[in-house]
């Protein structure tokens, strides 16, 4: 299982740190950021990921592209949650989305998804004693992780093909493609799962 080509090899500490580690941390910072409601400590939360990024030696390019693709998902968030909720709540949103989208980012560019789905099931194989599937949960990880690229590569899709047509500003040039992408992406993943018989389990 891979993430579409995601994955950027190196050696740095936080490409050496083991995948089990990596994903108990990813799903603590996740717990923390909903938890918190503060813009201070989420934005101290976001500079933190940024730093994590300088330590994983990721290249420029990619740093670019995520930044690209969260700006652009910031953007839009902030503007209905502005409408929806007031700009104080709004900015709290924001902060949380971009927080735990970038590091679920740099945790798929430094991680390969192969390693997470086997520390996944190695740490709950003890548990089938107790009915439960390590190998079934090993791939809703995976299948979760690779999501993450995949609407990663579909927003940055998006948002050249509006530039291209010189509508870069526009919500409703990125929102519209996005959405429809992301439902065919979910309807492609559906019918491969059902091809492999997991719906009848």
């Not at 190998?135 to 940055?156: E, F, K, N």
């Not at 992408?181 to 389990?201: K, Q, S, V």
Request: charged share 15%; net charge positive.
């Amino acid at each position: 299982m891979t993430a579409g080509g995601w994955y950027e090899p190196g050696s740095s500490p936080v490409h050496r740190v083991p995948a089990g580690w990596k994903f108990a941390a990813l799903l603590a910072l996740a717990a923390a950021v909903f938890a918190l409601r503060s813009p201070v400590w989420l934005g101290g939360i976001c500079a933190a990921v940024v730093l994590a990024y300088g330590v994983a030696r990721v290249s420029l390019r990619r740093c670019a592209g995520v930044a690209r693709s969260l700006g652009v998902l910031a953007a839009f968030v902030f503007a209905v949650q502005w409408w929806l909720l007031g700009a104080d709540r709004a900015l709290v949103v924001c902060l949380r989305v971009v927080a735990a989208l970038a590091a679920a980012n740099l945790f798929t560019i430094t991680t390969r998804i192969d390693d997470v789905v086997a520390a996944v099931e190695g740490g709950l194989g003890p548990l089938r004693r107790f009915g439960v599937r390590p190998d079934r949960i090993g791939l809703i990880v995976g299948l979760t992780l690779q999501a993450v690229a995949a609407l990663s590569a579909i927003a940055a899709e998006v948002r050249e093909a509006a530039r291209a047509r010189g509508a870069q500003r526009s919500v409703t040039a990125f929102a519209v493609p996005f959405l429809v992408r992301t439902l065919r992406h979910a309807d492609e993943l559906g019918e491969a799962l059902a091809a492999r018989g997991e719906g009848d389990r």
